[in-house]
């Protein structure tokens, strides 16, 4: 079952809007579900700008790992919560995002995995990168999470930082 929660956020200046879908499968498995559930709690509270509880559901040793062209001053990997929420000031400071859509969410385990589809302006270059596609891979140990794999159209949001 599907349902969608807009949010307003506000990490810096940046997310103008997150679109967080929850689905809940009747066969998840209570460990999955927990996973799920964190992974969509700490996705909601990065929605709205919540830093204290983004802070509570992170572990002290977390990766958050975006890839992409290095010129970009929000490519990581970044680690630990001062480290990570350091990056969501830069990215902010950058990165506007206009549309978030999560097509697709599931977890299995100790893993959730989430597709959908992004846009958003670049503020150096007030360029609109375009709709693009995303993927996340996220892991959770002891109801925290360690693993936030953030992986997108890098070369879009690249030509779009640099202004082509």
Aim: net charge negative.
């Amino acid at each position: 079952m599907n349902r969608r929660n807009v949010v307003k956020a506000s990490i810096g200046t940046s997310l103008a809007l997150i679109l967080s879908q929850h689905a809940k499968a009747a066969e998840m498995d209570p460990a999955s579900q927990a996973t799920f559930d964190t992974v969509m709690a700490y996705m909601g509270a990065m929605g709205k700008g919540d830093m204290a509880t983004m802070a509570e559901l992170m572990s002290d040793d977390m990766v958050w790992q975006n890839e992409g062209d290095k010129a970009m001053p929000w490519i990581g990997p970044w680690q630990g919560k001062d480290e990570i929420f350091k990056f969501l000031q830069i990215f902010g400071e950058n990165f506007q995002t206009t549309e978030w859509d999560n097509t697709d969410a599931f977890a299995f385990g100790d893993t959730v995995a989430v597709f959908g589809k992004m846009n958003g302006i670049t503020t150096k270059s007030g360029k609109e990168i375009g709709e693009f596609r995303f993927a996340l891979r996220a892991k959770v140990s002891d109801g925290k999470v360690v693993l936030w794999n953030w992986l997108e159209n890098s070369y879009a949001v690249s030509k779009a930082f640099h202004g082509g």
